[in-house]
């Protein structure tokens, strides 16, 4: 994949909100010191009356979201993932999961690929957090064109939605004109008999790199894209599981609590199927480059071949 | 209505807000009585609302940040006829629409859901930024506890209010001086209340707020208070009405027992009586 062009997701999400924002006159985005970095500050140049910044306050600034739904509007929070669900997960449960209302949180700086700044700020947990709350619909985009998509499919969906996205440049592997995103759907992006990889976000591309070289092996696996974690399409996940009877997850995200966590939950009521977990292992991170820290965290596609092999050959 | 008659209705809903507890076997009645005035005066006379249409779009708002005194704004809603008066006695109760605290998605009537502390103030702030963007003239009011006022939501809130110069938003603190470990001041000093939201850009009014003339009179100043939101700090009685509850930090959170009970209603049935019988 060496020639695939590479965007970060948050960059997606900063250019789908100025996108949809003439579309949707009744989109606001917050933020909270952050627009620079989330990337929303596209849309406040150019809807400078619906974008507000409401200072380094994000329990504040998710309050206010609530109360602008209530009233009609459609807000998207942005901060880092670590504030937008780790410091704000009381605020996001009581005051917009609670009462289901229609805010959305645009999560940017997602798991390791923060990089530079460290484990405090490289949140490994949100996914887990997120999905307990009931009525919250998680997606964890895995490219630009899949974030830009997940964006216009949140502004239209009425309900909270968190979505995730990452610092760091990810190949573009959605740019087919078949294209499709709809919440709760999985995407096959490769067919196979031998193994299932099911990735999200960041892994997703990973997983396809770890495919090609399993190939090579005689290993033919099977690659699902579940942008969805919740609701987690059991369809797909149960088909897949079923034709190959060994189901490995790939997130970059701690494995307690994640999209690993949400697959064994299905698979043990109603299709016990061995399973291998990806992710970090109930451990912090550590300041790197985001590409130093995939490898060396075992998320990048040498990591998730070795550990898909490995699995295989038990 | 006029101060007599808003002073009548207030002992109605103190009377709801006893029956309701009494009932539920559980609640928070001690500063459900000291705001009681506030809430009668609110949606008796001040605010903009219409019980039949409870999601009227240009509406006045209300957010009861103190959520856990949900018997206290029940009370004022059913009395308003927003749903009966009756069904009070369901609270807290499996099934019922009166939770422990309010949901707007059970509760017609309930603007925003609310009980967890700090949090009511930023979601009333949010609905006052929305009516000044879409140049709509409803306004926002928004009850706080003395002791809910030690969370940092509430100065983070202040601040962006305060900063936007949301003049359509009115702060009431209900200052009855306790809260369950004791006094606010023992506990952990609010005070100055004043001096804190004026140092935060509000207009700041300080009132007796078991008393309709002075409720009515800052709430007038507060509409007449142009490019800041305005900060009504008002003194109470915790407990206010009922002689055994009156300034005791132990009935924040606790049901009267039957006994209790009767004497709570005699105390307001005379409070009754000496104003003059019902409207």
């Given at each position: 994949m060496a020639d695939v062009k590479k965007i970060a997701t948050r960059e997606s999400y900063g250019n789908a909100l100025a996108e949809c924002g003439a579309k949707y006159p009744n989109l606001v985005v917050l933020d909270a010191d952050l627009a620079g970095a989330t990337k929303t500050g596209v849309f406040k140049k150019a809807f400078p009356d619906r974008h507000i910044d409401c200072g380094i306050a994000e329990c504040n600034m998710t309050g206010i979201a609530a109360g602008l739904a209530t009233c009609g509007k459609v807000p998207f929070i942005s901060s880092f993932a670590m504030f937008a669900a780790g410091r704000n997960f009381e605020q996001v449960r009581n005051s917009i999961g609670y009462p289901h209302l229609n805010v959305k949180i645009g999560a940017t700086h997602a798991g390791i690929t923060v990089g530079e700044d460290g484990a405090t700020h490289q949140c490994n947990e949100d996914i887990a957090l997120m999905r307990t709350i009931p009525g919250m619909t998680v997606i964890v985009p895995a490219d630009d064109v899949e974030a830009k998509a997940a964006v216009e499919a949140a502004i239209n969906y009425n309900g909270p939605v968190y979505l995730r996205f990452g610092r760091a440049a990810v190949p573009v592997i959605n740019d087919t004109p078949e294209y499709k995103f709809e919440i709760g759907k999985g995407v096959v992006l490769k067919e196979g008999k031998d193994v299932t990889i099911i990735a999200t976000g960041t892994c997703v591309s990973g997983a396809l790199e770890a495919a090609e070289k399993l190939a090579a092996d005689g290993i033919d696996a099977e690659v699902i894209n579940i942008h969805t974690i919740k609701p987690l399409d059991n369809d797909l996940?149960?088909?897949?599981?079923?034709?190959?009877?060994?189901?490995?997850?790939?997130?970059?995200?701690?494995?307690?609590?994640?999209?690993?966590?949400?697959?064994?939950?299905?698979?043990?009521?109603?299709?016990?199927?061995?399973?291998?977990?990806?992710?970090?292992?109930?451990?912090?991170?550590?300041?790197?480059?985001?590409?130093?820290?995939?490898?060396?965290?075992?998320?990048?596609?040498?990591?998730?071949?070795?550990?898909?092999?490995a699995f295989v050959q038990e | 209505m006029n101060k007599l008659e808003l002073a009548k209705m207030a002992n109605e809903v103190r009377k709801g807000?006893?029956?309701?507890?009494?009932?539920?076997?559980?609640?928070?009645?001690?500063?459900?009585?000291?705001?009681?005035?506030?809430?009668?005066?609110?949606?008796?006379?001040?605010?903009?609302?219409?019980?039949?249409?409870?999601?009227?779009?240009?509406?006045?708002?209300?957010?009861?940040?103190?959520?856990?005194?949900?018997?206290?704004?029940?009370?004022?809603?059913?009395?308003?006829?927003?749903?009966?008066?009756?069904?009070?006695?369901?609270?807290?109760?499996?099934?019922?629409?009166?939770?422990?605290?309010?949901?707007?998605?059970?509760?017609?009537?309930?603007?925003?859901?609310?009980?967890?502390?700090?949090?009511?103030?930023?979601?009333?702030?949010?609905?006052?930024?929305?009516?000044?963007?879409?140049?709509?003239?409803?306004?926002?009011?928004?009850?706080?506890?003395?002791?809910?006022?030690?969370?940092?939501?509430?100065?983070?809130?202040?601040?962006?209010?305060?900063?936007?110069?949301?003049?359509?938003?009115?702060?009431?603190?209900?200052?009855?001086?306790?809260?369950?470990?004791?006094?606010?001041?023992?506990?952990?000093?609010?005070?100055?209340?004043?001096?804190?939201?004026?140092?935060?850009?509000?207009?700041?009014?300080?009132?007796?707020?078991?008393?309709?003339?002075?409720?009515?009179?800052?709430?007038?100043?507060?509409?007449?208070?142009?490019?800041?939101?305005?900060?009504?700090?008002?003194?109470?009685?915790?407990?206010?009405?009922?002689s055994f509850m009156e300034n005791n930090a132990g009935w924040h959170g606790k049901a009267p027992?039957?006994?209790?009970?009767?004497?709570?209603?005699?105390?307001?049935?005379?409070?009754?009586?000496?104003?003059?019988g019902a409207n």
């Open positions: 996940v149960l088909a897949s599981a079923k034709k190959t009877g060994k189901v490995v997850t790939a997130e970059e995200h701690s494995v307690i609590g994640g999209l690993g966590s949400a697959v064994c939950d299905l698979l043990s009521e109603k299709q016990p199927t061995k399973v291998c977990k990806i992710g970090m292992n109930d451990v912090f991170g550590e300041s790197g480059t985001a590409g130093g820290l995939l490898e060396k965290y075992g998320l990048d596609g040498n990591g998730i071949y070795a550990k898909v092999k | 807000i006893v029956t309701a507890v009494h009932s539920a076997k559980a609640g928070h009645p001690g500063g459900s009585l000291s705001a009681a005035d506030m809430f009668t005066y609110l949606y008796f006379e001040e605010m903009n609302i219409d019980p039949k249409n409870p999601k009227m779009e240009n509406r006045d708002r209300f957010v009861l940040s103190k959520g856990h005194t949900a018997p206290g704004l029940y009370s004022a809603l059913a009395n308003r006829g927003y749903f009966p008066v009756e069904d009070l006695k369901t609270l807290r109760k499996l099934g019922s629409y009166l939770q422990g605290h309010p949901c707007m998605q059970e509760t017609p009537g309930v603007d925003m859901s609310s009980g967890s502390l700090g949090q009511g103030l930023s979601a009333a702030v949010g609905m006052a930024l929305a009516a000044k963007m879409d140049n709509k003239d409803y306004r926002v009011y928004c009850l706080c506890g003395d002791g809910e006022i030690q969370e940092g939501q509430i100065w983070e809130a202040s601040m962006f209010a305060g900063h936007r110069k949301l003049d359509n938003l009115v702060v009431i603190v209900d200052n009855n001086g306790l809260q369950i470990d004791g006094k606010v001041e023992d506990v952990c000093s609010p005070y100055p209340i004043d001096k804190k939201f004026e140092a935060f850009n509000f207009h700041t009014i300080n009132i007796n707020g078991n008393d309709m003339d002075e409720i009515a009179a800052a709430m007038k100043e507060a509409r007449e208070t142009k490019g800041m939101p305005t900060a009504i700090i008002m003194k109470t009685v915790k407990g206010k009405g009922v027992s039957d006994e209790e009970y009767a004497i709570a209603m005699a105390d307001l049935e005379k409070i009754g009586e000496e104003l003059g």
